[in-house]
């Protein structure tokens, strides 16, 4: 990383400052950005169906080509599964990309090297934005702490990035009829870009092979903390981080037995071929298990930050659920800030982010055409749509792309706020899924809602949770809230009832439409408190409907009734 960080900060500053240029010129980007992408197009088979070769304005591509929904691009997507040609796209499809399918179906994203080159865009300018971040507190804080650069001999240090602790899969999910591989977005950017990665990573690139993942987790961490220079730790969702975290705590002894010895422990479940050439990179590191066994002798356990003492930034998606996951970084990050690099799923990268520890991201303007649905209009038929000129600070949207992977006006499904502006471009931060809805009667509780509840209540409890769902009850009408939580270890909830009472008190100042309700219709909420490892069992249910590891996450609200059916309830308390 050394060696590459200067290349790298030139490149990101480059990519970073032309992307300002362009947040300064808004309107022109985005007509400039559709109608490109219209040209190039005009030749597909939807294309010409809706005629966009005859578009020449963006008025004239809002008034002729209609909002649409996933399944208006199933059938084209089968086709292209199939080896068609020229569908959606003009160029040829080389992956499939799945979305993570934890709101619904998994949809389908055709990717082409066109597409992939315009996605690069944002990710180069969000690099740009966090070496910047991170070089200006490094300046901070050598400032006010005279001790923070001291090096060796108390010569100072330069700034260094770090490598990359990194446990995504790279294997596919599957090859189409058309000889088309297919899987998650991660696994498809990441080998993409398998040169970039092999030069950042703190471990080698085949560790990614590893299908099994506690397996990939365990060899993973056994490479990078025998790396002299661990500076990032990235994934894509803070629950994925945290569960890097109880990997290192759990197996902290055994992986430093084998980091002395330079051997992958027998119980790792690895194919044999890539077991040798595994082993054959891992050197035995006394010295450095040395260091590990006395911080586990002094502290009792091993976190990321006792470990890798020059980790400089976590990397993470954050906005959404983010914050209630962020509550237990302390813990094992310290004050290690987080930076959420882009904001984007299957169907495009919508946001840049653009400063440490901030939820909010720069409308990603050259890789997407955007509308804005407002709230209002979100159950009419034809919606009026606003462009990002005309959005408003404060208020939220559904969002619409239009992008290189073929898709137009595709309604995500996403739940955006306007935080604000950088220059022209607005601010816009994921709050919720629009099919994510938690209703008794009328209510309309989000994901965002519950998770501020749960973030309050934590603080007010001093409690730290593992997971929690909000789910409703059975053969009641109205139903009422069934408050689904998992406390980690060690934690007990001194007065349930009060946590109940209190629920309800939060819910209605996030909510209030829910105390309404309350008043009249719903019935009082029960807690029921879960056994220790049940959403470890969730889990493994999503992971056996399909979802990928890499892009794991667990709603906290559910309206499907059968969702923690079967987990042992420790305790059920009411009002």
Known sequence: MDLIFPVLRTVTQRA??????????????????????????????LGKKFGIGNITTVEQFRDRVPILPYSSYDPYTERIAKGEKNILNPDPVIYVSLTSGSTGKQKRIPVTRRYQKNLAKPNLAAFGFAIEALEKRDRELSQHLPSYKEGAGGNRRSFKLGKVLNTNSINIQG???????????????????????????????????????????????????????????????????LRTCGYLEKYAEGLVADLRRGAIADWVQIEPKLRRQLERRLQANPQCADRLEK??????????????????????????????????????????????????????????????????????????????????????????????????????????????????????????????????????????????????????????HATRVMQALSQEFNLNLDDFCIT??????????????????????????????????????????????????????????????????????????????????????????SFLQGLNVMQKIEL
């Open 295 to 448: 911080i586990l002798n002094t502290e009792g356990k091993l976190t990321p930050k006792l470990a890798w003492p020059d980790l400089v930034v976590v990397i993470t998606a954050m906005g959404g659920t983010s914050d209630f996951y962020f509550q237990r970084f302390p813990d094992y990050f310290g004050d290690t800030p987080i930076f959420g690099g882009v904001y984007g799923s299957a169907e495009g990268t919508f946001g840049i982010y653009y400063d440490l520890n901030q939820e909010g991201t720069i409308l990603s303007i050259e890789s997407g055409f955007y509308e804005f649905i407002p709230e209002e209009d979100w159950d009419k038929e034809e919606p009026t749509t606003l462009l990002p000129t005309e959005v408003k600070v404060g208020q939220r949207y559904r969002m619409l792309v239009t992008s290189y992977s073929g898709i137009y006006r595709y309604d995500i499904g996403d739940v955006v706020e306007i935080l604000g502006f950088y220059e022209q471009a607005p601010i816009i931060v994921f709050r919720h899924r629009r099919g994510g809805l938690l209703s008794a009667t009328t209510e309309k509780t989000t994901e965002f």
């Open 16 to 45: 970073k400052l032309d992307f300002i240029r362009q947040t300064r010129q808004l309107e022109a980007v985005q007509e400039r950005f559709l109608l490109e992408m219209l040209r190039s197009h005009e030749g597909t088979e």
């Open 175 to 241: 090859v189409t009829d058309g000889g088309i591989n297919y899987g998650p977005v991660t696994v498809g950017s990441i080998r993409s870009n398998h040169l970039m990665y092999r030069s950042i990573l703190a471990m080698p690139y085949d560790c990614f092979k590893i299908a099994d993942s506690v397996s990939r987790h365990y060899v993973c961490l056994l490479f990078a903390l025998g790396h002299p220079s661990v500076g990032q730790i990235a994934n894509n969702f803070p629950m994925l981080i």
């Open 472 to 561: 409703l009850s059975d053969n009641e009408f109205p139903s009422r809230y069934l408050v689904n939580i998992e406390l980690t270890d060690g934690q007990t909830l001194e007065d349930p009832q009060k946590f109940l009472h209190r629920f309800e008190y939060w819910l209605g100042e996030f909510n209030n439409p829910y105390t309404t309700v309350r008043s009249s219709e719903v019935p009082p909420p029960r807690l029921q408190i879960l056994a220790p490892g049940s959403f470890a069992i969730v889990r493994q249910r999503q992971l056996n409907k399909g979802m990928s590891d890499g892009h794991l996450k667990i709603p906290h609200i559910s309206e499907d009734r």
